[in-house]
């Protein structure tokens, strides 16, 4: 079965960039019609949808962190990347690594990581 694992810095500074990992496992990230996706939930708010990087390499992100917003992957690793820049408190949040296929469910998801934006 295909497992997510996220990690990342637990505290992040405001202004900086937050970066998080996904490690997949028993499953490629290269898969064909397959969308990488991080989603995250801030503290007593609804989950918000970050973007994605599919299959074949291309990325689409929430027109509302769209320009701060970058996704990446390394095939040779099977890990995807998540890099939002110039964080501020309002970042905080748990991040999530999903997978969504051709179902356009997010069939699979990591544990979560908890991000932190303190000075």
């Known amino acids: 079965q295909v497992q997510l694992q996220e990690s990342g810095p637990g505290l992040v500074k405001p202004s900086q960039t937050l970066s998080v990992a996904c490690t997949v496992s028993?499953?490629?990230?290269?898969?064909?019609?397959?969308?990488w996706s991080w989603i995250r939930q801030p503290p007593g708010k609804a989950p918000e949808w970050i973007g994605y990087?599919?299959?074949?390499?291309?990325?689409r992100y929430s027109l509302a962190l769209k320009s701060r917003t970058t996704i990446t992957r390394d095939t040779s690793k099977n890990q995807v990347y998540l890099a939002l820049r110039s964080v501020t408190p309002e970042d905080t949040a748990v991040y999530y690594c999903a997978r969504m296929s051709a179902t356009w469910y997010y069939d699979y998801w990591g544990q979560g990581t908890q991000v932190t934006v303190t000075s």
């Open positions: 028993d499953g490629s990230i290269a898969t064909t019609d397959t969308f």
């Open positions: 990087i599919s299959s074949s390499g291309n990325t």
